[in-house]
């Protein structure tokens, strides 16, 4: 039996209907972020598919020492909680140190522990005693089964709001594969499980100083992945990927989000 996590108005966890959390990698200024946030909040709003906006204020593991990062956490937080006002639409953010959880959580509404970090005790401790909800992504390196031991990390503080995210698994040099096994596997916690379409076809640092991605791959994951049973998909989306400044290889361009999203309600309406 799946603990559904509600976030405002919002209820993830089948059978409700699939949870989009999507927005570009990192806040790269005001305008642009705000412009896919809003793009998107329109979109979702017309499909009538719960939307959750997803932007990070600092990329702390990239591949290059001159990689941008963002804009950093207080003018991060700035932008995302004006989002957050004016769209009305929760928020999800990386948080990447102890010392950022309590002020990061003041503005979000979901904290996102990245997949590098996901058997960091002190920081997953630090986050869940918030009482937010902490949607965690499961390291390229663990096993689905291992993500057993992260959730009892959060649930010994007491904090049931828990979501888990798959983004597929190391094979080999620079390349990822996807196990849809690792759905259901995770779902064995009791808890819902997102499937992120856009970092399950990255290349980590196959691009040498950057990584790499295939974009082209991502709406044949994120129709495996609603078949297979997630709650909800976490798909990057940019209105210029060619000129994002972080994971513009495997983003989404928002131009073919809906048609993707009209794919993906009718895969669900049919397992229904």
Request: charged share 20%; with cysteine; aromatic share 6%.
């Given at each position: 039996m ?7 108005n ?10 989009l ?23 979702t ?18 591949t ?14 700035e ?18 140190q ?10 979000l ?12 005790t002190?920081l ?8 937010k ?10 096993a689905p ?7 009892d ?18 094979f080999?040099?620079n ?18 499980v997102?499937?992120?379409a ?5 290349l980590?640092?196959?691009g040498?100083t950057?990584?790499?991605g ?7 994951l ?10 909800g998909l ?22 073919d ?13 049919a397992?229904?």
């Open positions: 799946i603990k559904p996590v509600e976030i405002n919002i209820c993830i966890g089948r059978p409700q209907p699939f949870t959390i999507s927005g570009p990698c990192v806040i790269e200024d005001d305008q642009t972020t705000y412009d896919i946030a809003y793009d998107l909040k329109k979109l709003d017309r499909l009538n598919i719960p939307f959750i906006f997803k932007a990070s204020y600092d990329k702390a593991n990239r290059s020492i001159n990689s941008f990062r963002g804009p950093g956490i207080k003018k991060g937080l932008v995302l909680a004006f989002i957050r006002k004016d769209l009305k639409v929760p928020i999800i953010s990386d948080v990447h102890v010392s950022d959880v309590e002020m990061a959580a003041q503005t509404d979901i904290i996102q522990i990245p997949a590098f970090l996901c058997r960091q002190d997953l401790v630090e986050a869940a005693n918030t009482g909800p902490i949607n965690v992504k499961k390291g390229q390196f663990l089964w291992d993500m057993k031991n992260v959730v990390k959060i649930l010994s503080t007491g904090n049931q709001k828990i979501i888990l995210t798959d983004r597929g698994a190391s080999g040099y390349n990822l594969v996807t196990d849809f096994r690792c759905i259901k596997i995770m779902h064995e916690t009791g808890f819902p997102i499937y992120d856009t970092h399950s076809v990255q980590p640092g196959g040498g950057t990584s790499a295939q974009r082209e791959f991502v709406p044949l994120a129709r495996a992945a609603i078949a297979a049973g997630a709650d976490f798909i990057e989306a940019h209105s210029n990927p060619e000129k994002a400044l972080s994971d513009g290889p495997n983003s989404m361009k928002l131009s989000m809906e048609s993707l999203l009209i794919q993906l309600k009718a895969i669900e309406a397992l229904a």
